[in-house]
């Protein structure tokens, strides 16, 4: 391989890292989250609540997750924005979080009783 061939190649395999670190970068910020527990009012957890998450900064009309045998839940990834979060059950009132606000990279944590 000639001098002049060498030197293409640097310059392409450069140019190759250059727009990988660029395209890594406009991936966007870094995604949120929203975790918490759900417990009932004496403070015995809550598994199989369904925690919907919605927020105009969303693709899709919603984000569900349902809450797990110790009543953790966990939305994740979530675009940054305002979301509103509700929690139901069926034989418990529906409770609800609004103007949850989510930054790059924040996780919020939103533990309901």
Known sequence: MGRKSRAIVIVLI???FAYADHAAA???ASP???VGRVTDESGAVLPGVTVTA???ALQVPQVIDV???QGDYRLTP???GTY????????FQTARRENVRLTAGFIARVDVC
């Open 14 to 16: 450069i140019s190759l």
């Open 26 to 28: 406009g991936q966007g």
């Open 32 to 34: 949120a989250s929203i």
């Open 54 to 56: 919605t927020s105009p």
């Open 67 to 69: 809450t797990a045998a």
């Open 78 to 80: 979530l675009p940054i």
């Open 84 to 91: 509103e979060v509700a929690y139901t059950l069926t034989g």
